[in-house]
């Protein structure tokens, strides 16, 4: 799993490569763009394009039938009936290439997460790292902290009631920045300065096998008396577009859709 | 060319040099870009002190190229009052803003005069929940043409940073963020919150914040409730609230706080970044953005966190604070989250004891750090026009530390020595953003840096009510309710007038106010005793006098006037001022007592007491300006075809 999680990094990372010195915009913008063309490709491939042809042509039929019999409402009911059968079939039809593009969906989301729903941590400002042990805290003076690119702040923290320990880092010298905690060594916030690199928001010493789907959390080895898991309290991110303020979520529905509902018409693919 | 010919050129040579040069001395030379400082509270006096102690070079080098004036400020000498003043060139009679607060003449309730909340009209009502089908608005209530609408007109770029008295902008074509007047997200003008299991902490006074109980689980656990705005989407409108866990570990006397999936570690002594809090008015669909900072006062052996007022987050404004409407947001995205409230430096946890001296001036010195982070980004993006940057923090924090400069004031010896130097670090630090846009001037700039009212100490209270009681001019009813606001103890029906707000005394006039009992006929001699009486009043204590004038409305300013207005402005003597429970109509005892608030510096006093000062690159032509003069002076330094008519143009030769 952890190949493949190092693939699929490696992957969009090299996608997104060619935007690295730009602002992080432009290349969640081309992502954006490639996956509803992309969907729409999928989408023509797997779909019944026929079926979806007919079904069409009967249902725009069923809506005419409702507009034409309006004063009789048998006859409107009746139409009415069939639109919701015709629409149920559209839905089945449409099940085929959503289960197709479920998984590469799951997975782009985490990875465009991982990258642009926070800058990372800034220089000056302290980011509170919060790291679960698995059993009792070892006394907070026994915890051993070591960082590099970053700054531990002191004191440690414990609360013993949740198994944790928490500390704070600042940013001092910029990426790449790891910090080490009895033993367990896990990359911090931005490993990279290019934009739309990933952002590590924790790390995992027994990662779920959903690790795939969470490019965020550094998957670590654990060391037995370490910690099994942490994470970092990063501020969040938004995009300025059109003098509005979006989220990276909004941003990749709107131009994917918009791109995939482009292609879509350009090709003659029906949806 | 011959001998006539000459001797004719020679003749009218001179006199048409004469004309061009008297055409040039009546029109001021025209500037690219012009830029006012607005220092909330600089004071002719102690300017003038340090600067000659040598801690305000750069002030003294800019008044030595221009000039220093002492400007005359409105009646009263209020910051609301004077800053609409400056905005529309005209006084309260036509801004409409008397004091900080006015009172609806029917039912005498006070209400902040700069601003109302106007509910939608129209509400469709599904079983709990409340859907606005129009919106609710928030209305200026400051009234009047800013002066910046002429220059924005004719082309001229204006950003108004900070500017007092106008929330919600009125912006006419300007870049604007509100200052002065700005609410907290509650819609006050500051709540602050102090989280302790503290019994001796805890009280029921609610004024400036409120105290919450909390408690600890034996595991180091506090669950703390944080209570946002009130929720207009639901009936009955219950307040919106976040829980937040907060974390102890006494040993190492720090503490993580646990907010909507963020944690924030502090140490005892330590503020916080600011936390982005987010209220759901409905879950996923409607909710509404505040920013907090956290102090970690004490941790063992009780805890004390406070947690500043929720602020409006500029990155994503619930109500309407800037013009155009991403203007906040581009600024925090510049310079980062910066407090949005009109009041930021939080006076009244120190006026309550929530925050000590040290406490307070690290909170004002935060606010300050941010507003110069703001302000070096607007110069460095400023090319041209009219940019106007305001201070809050001189205002603020002598009102609070006037007792470290006055050994009149009965607080002065109980002073932590170590903050005895903080109003003159604040005059230093202002002298630094003075050097800094000085620094931004080229050929084409003129640099004005105006306050709006001085300061002078605040040792004695004077209880209006109180007096005017004991004159015969209101009636107590109820003695054992003297101590309560709202004229709770009053008899209207014996009641001639009623003081309300800072300055503003009111007749209880029939057919205005609710049970008037004082006939129109006989307002105008009573008005007359009445200022006689207040005007011979004296101090117990030390034979002074405490009025210095008391002004009838009418005869101070033109023109009708609006029921709300005061029907006498009370101008208190130096040292003096009406007491806080004046202000919310309660009847003290004593006419006369100590102030004992660190709240010792004021402002709301006889306007001849504190008159306000302006320096410029640029000498004025006249001895004695207003504060109404300084939109036409501003406008009047552009080439421009047309502008503001109030006032005068205090460079310009013609008008003076």
């Not at chain 2, 800094?436 to 003129?446: C, F, L, Q, S, V």
């Not at chain 2, 709770?488 to 609710?514: H, I, P, V």
């Not at chain 2, 004992?596 to 510096?601: A, E, F, M, R």
């Amino acid at each position: 799993m952890r190949h493949i999680s190092f693939l699929l990094n490696g992957f969009f990372d090299m996608i997104l490569y060619p935007f690295g010195w730009l602002p992080p915009i432009w290349g969640l913008l081309f992502i954006s763009v490639a996956s509803g063309l992309g969907m729409i490709f999928v989408f023509r491939a797997v779909s019944d394009q026929e079926g979806i042809a007919r079904l069409r042509r009967r249902m725009g039929g069923e809506i005419l039938g409702i507009l034409l019999h309006v004063s009789s409402p048998i006859t409107v009911l009746r139409f009415a009936g069939r639109l919701i059968r015709s629409n149920t079939s559209y839905l089945v039809l449409l099940l085929k290439p959503l289960l197709v593009m479920a998984v590469p969906f799951m997975i782009l989301w985490g990875q465009l997460d991982a990258r642009f729903s926070s800058s990372g941590a800034q220089e000056g400002f302290q980011v509170t790292v919060t790291v679960q042990y698995a059993e009792e805290v070892p006394p907070a003076d026994s915890i051993e902290i070591t960082a590099e690119g970053v700054l531990v702040v002191p004191p440690l923290m414990v609360v013993d009631t949740l198994e944790q320990a928490s500390f704070r880092l600042e940013e001092r010298n910029g990426p790449p920045a790891c910090i080490t905690v009895d033993g367990v060594r896990a990359g911090f916030a931005g490993t990279d300065t290019r934009s739309g690199s990933i952002v590590l928001r924790g790390f995992d010493a027994d990662p779920s096998p959903l690790v795939l789907l969470t490019p965020m959390v550094h998957v670590v080895e654990g060391s037995g008396e370490g910690p099994v898991s942490g994470w970092y309290s990063l501020p969040g991110k938004d995009f300025g577009i059109f003098g509005m303020h979006w989220s990276w979520e909004a941003v990749f529905l709107v131009f994917s859709m918009v791109a995939a509902l482009a292609g879509a018409r350009i090709m003659k693919i029906r949806v | 060319m011959n001998r006539r010919d000459f001797l004719r050129m020679a003749a009218v040579t001179p006199a048409a040099l004469l004309a061009l040069n008297t055409g040039c001395a009546s029109r001021t030379r025209p500037v690219r870009r012009v830029i006012v400082l607005g220092i909330d509270g600089m004071d002719h006096f102690l300017l003038r002190s340090f600067m000659n102690e040598g801690v305000m070079p750069n002030t003294y080098r800019l008044v030595s190229r221009g000039g220093l004036s002492r400007m005359r400020t409105s009646n009263p000498p209020q910051s609301p009052v004077a800053w609409s003043s400056f905005i529309t060139g005209s006084g309260p009679e036509v801004h409409g803003i008397f004091d900080f607060v006015h009172r609806d003449p029917e039912t005498r309730v006070p209400y902040l005069s700069t601003s109302r909340v106007v509910e939608p009209e129209k509400v469709l009502s599904i079983g709990d929940l409340r859907l606005p089908l129009t919106g609710a608005k928030v209305e200026l209530l400051r009234k009047g043409v800013p002066f910046w609408k002429k220059l924005t007109d004719q082309g001229v770029p204006v950003s108004m940073i900070k500017l007092p008295v106008d929330f919600p902008p009125d912006p006419c074509g300007a870049r604007v963020l509100s200052g002065l007047g700005t609410p907290d997200l509650r819609g006050s003008q500051g709540s602050f919150t102090l989280f302790t299991d503290d019994a001796r902490s805890i009280t029921d006074d609610t004024s400036g914040g409120v105290v919450v109980p909390v408690r600890d689980y034996g595991d180091g656990r506090y669950n703390c409730t944080i209570r946002g705005p009130r929720n207009t989407m639901r009936a009955e409108s219950p307040y919106m609230e976040i829980p937040a866990e907060v974390w102890v570990d006494r040993v190492a006397d720090a503490a993580r706080i646990d907010i909507q999936g963020s944690s924030t570690m502090l140490s005892a002594g330590e503020w916080s970044r600011w936390v982005e809090l987010r209220f759901e008015a409905i879950p996923h669909l409607s909710s509404v953005s505040g920013i907090v900072r956290f102090y970690v006062k004490e941790i063992s052996p009780r805890l004390k966190l406070y947690m500043t007022p929720i602020n409006i987050d500029p990155m994503d404004p619930a109500l309407p604070i800037c013009s155009p409407s991403g203007l906040s947001s581009d600024l925090a995205r510049e310079v980062g989250r910066y407090f949005t409230q009109g009041f930021p430096e939080d006076t009244k946890a120190l006026s309550r004891g929530i925050l000590d001296d040290e406490e307070y001036l690290q909170q004002a010195w935060i606010v300050l750090q941010e507003r110069l982070a703001l302000f070096e980004h607007e110069l460095g993006r400023f090319r041209e026009g009219l940019l106007f940057f305001y201070f809050s923090s001189l205002d603020l924090n002598i009102h609070m530390f006037y007792r470290s400069i006055d050994p009149a004031s009965p607080l002065h010896d109980s002073t932590d020595p170590r903050f005895k130097g903080s109003v003159r670090e604040l005059y230093a630090t202002i002298d630094g953003v003075i050097g800094r846009a000085m620094e931004a001037m080229d050929g084409n700039t003129e640099l004005l840096v105006m306050s709006d009212h001085g300061f002078a100490p605040f040792n004695r209270s004077f209880n209006l009510n109180t007096w005017l009681a004991e004159e015969g001019y209101a009636s107590v009813s109820s003695p054992q309710s003297r101590g309560r606001d709202m004229f709770e103890a009053l008899d209207w029906s014996g009641t001639a007038a009623y003081g309300l707000g800072l300055n503003s005394l009111y007749l209880n006039l029939s057919g205005r106010e609710q049970g008037g009992a004082v006939p129109p006929d006989q307002a105008p001699a009573l008005l007359e005793r009445l200022k006689a009486d207040l005007e011979s009043v004296t101090d117990p204590a030390s034979g002074r006098r405490v009025i210095a004038n008391a002004y009838i409305t009418s005869e101070v300013f033109p023109g009708p006037l609006p029921p709300y207005a005061p029907d006498m402005i009370v101008g208190y003597d130096r040292g003096f001022r009406a007491s806080w429970e004046t202000t919310l109509g309660s009847f003290p005892d004593e006419v006369v007592t100590d102030n004992l608030d660190p709240w010792s510096g004021t402002h709301c006093i006889d306007p001849s007491v504190v008159p306000c000062v302006l320096l410029s690159s640029r000498k004025p032509v006249i001895d004695d300006p207003d504060i109404r003069d300084m939109g036409r002076s501003i406008a009047g330094l552009f080439d421009l075809r047309e502008t503001p008519e109030a006032g005068i143009d205090m460079f310009a030769e013609g008008e003076a």
